[in-house]
């Protein structure tokens, strides 16, 4: 069964460009999780769809956007790049609500880097 | 007083040593604990999963959760080289994952 996949692997942008990243989680897995890695920071949560509505967000300004697709598949927004948002990001997959869902799966990333 | 602290490391250890890896945590609420383990440029793999207090073993893997002192702990026997990794412990309050909150992680080295 494959597990989450995520591209692209990795990404240059220049400062002010727009980065789209895209992820699809496991069959059977309707919740999908954006989370930043940062040298130092650790994971920050950014975004959790689920069901194709948006059910929570960090504490990231609004240029961090996403949506999620009928086929629960996800794609993150990232608008108006600053050199600050050069990190792994990580999305992950995990069953809906409604279940027992505290175990998260997680992609390999996508290493973005803004110059 | 961060939700979750976690020593960085870096830990370095011979193969074939016991490794304790550990965090605290301030929210006596958190119900689920996890352990991650993320190596070199991937994504964290879920390792552990634990629920309220007690002892959990896999293999050479065991988690202890100690809810009264709000300490959680992963133990690794025999280690390994292939054990050389970025361990992230989490937890949770419950009621989806969204609520997780992760330690920063604790970088392991195991030397052949």
């Known amino acids: 069964e494959a597990g989450v996949t995520q591209s692209p692997t990795h990404l240059i942008k220049t400062r002010g460009q727009q980065a789209t990243l895209r992820c699809s989680p496991i069959s059977g897995h309707t919740s999908v999780y954006w989370y930043q890695q940062a040298l130092g920071l650790g994971l920050q949560f950014l975004l959790w769809?689920?069901?194709?509505?948006?059910?929570n967000r960090g504490n990231f300004p609004p240029r961090f956007s996403g949506r999620q697709f009928p086929n629960y598949s996800s794609e993150l927004n990232v608008n108006a790049l600053e050199l600050e948002d050069s990190a792994l990001y990580l999305c992950?997959?995990?069953?809906?609500?409604?279940?027992?869902?505290?175990?998260?799966?997680f992609g390999s990333g996508t290493q973005l880097s803004v110059l | 007083q961060k939700e979750v602290e976690q020593d960085p490391g870096p830990l370095s250890v011979p193969e074939g040593a016991i490794v304790s890896l550990n965090c605290t945590y301030s929210?006596?609420?958190?119900?689920?604990f996890m352990w991650y383990r993320q190596y070199s440029r991937k994504g964290p793999e879920l390792l552990m999963y634990?629920?309220?207090?007690g002892n959990k073993e896999d293999g050479r893997f065991t988690a202890q959760v100690d809810k009264s002192s709000k300490y959680i702990s992963l133990f690794i026997r025999d280690s390994q080289p292939s054990d050389s990794a970025t361990y992230l412990c989490a937890m949770s309050l419950g009621g989806g994952s969204e609520k997780l909150v992760f330690g920063k992680g604790t970088k392991l080295t195991v030397n052949p």
């Open positions: 929210n006596s609420a958190f119900q689920y």
């Open positions: 634990t629920y309220s207090s």
């Open positions: 769809y689920d069901e194709g509505e948006e059910r």
């Open positions: 992950a997959s995990s069953l809906g609500i409604g279940t027992v869902n505290e175990k998260l799966f």
